[in-house]
């Protein structure tokens, strides 16, 4: 699941030692940057950090995991990498066929149903901002994360840490 915005979760039953409690352990992150003055014009730049056979001396976090700890099928890179360079390029060509269309090209429904902080009360840690806490409700067309707070009103955030405060474990 994708804990948003970036992180990649894997179900903490699947870890053997991890916490008991936890729902889902960090296994990856996905960074992206906008790249303005790229020579083709504005580019994204997308990395990928993969926790693939780390141990838990070496992750040294109880809520992360690397794949190899939660049994995965295979743990040789040069499969994961082919693996993950094929499905990021069927994307990049859904969204090109789109015409750059998140909704159109069927991502927005994958990243929706994809996200495990939908449905949680979270906690939102904003730049320079009193932290936001509610109900993330949903993403917008924009990929913005959607918090209900208190007050009832509806704000998208598009950037901030968010802590998922009473997981329910679902993925």
């Known amino acids: 699941g994708l804990k948003w915005p970036n992180d990649v979760l894997v179900p903490a039953g699947a870890a053997p030692g991890r916490p008991v409690g936890a729902a889902e352990l960090k296994v ?20 990928i950090g993969l926790n693939v056979t780390t141990t838990a001396e070496e992750l040294g976090l109880p809520t992360a995991t690397s794949l190899a700890l939660a ?16 499905e990021v390029v069927a994307l990049e060509d859904g969204w090109r066929a789109a015409e750059g269309d998140a909704q159109a090209s069927g991502i927005a429904a994958m990243a929706q149903e994809a ?6 009360q979270v906690e939102v840690a904003l730049p320079g901002r009193e932290p936001l806490t509610g109900l993330a409700e949903g993403l917008d067309a924009a990929g913005r994360l959607l918090v209900r ?20 474990g679902r993925s």
């Open 28 to 47: 990856a992150g996905i960074l992206g940057e906008i790249v303005a003055d790229a020579r083709d014009g504005p580019a994204a730049v997308v990395g």
């Open 71 to 86: 049994g995965a099928a295979t743990t040789d890179r040069g499969v994961l990498l082919r693996a993950i360079v094929r």
């Open 149 to 168: 707070g208190s007050d009832g009103v509806v704000r998208p955030v598009s950037a901030g840490d968010v802590t998922r405060l009473r997981p329910t």
């Open 115 to 120: 996200c495990v902080t939908l449905g949680e």
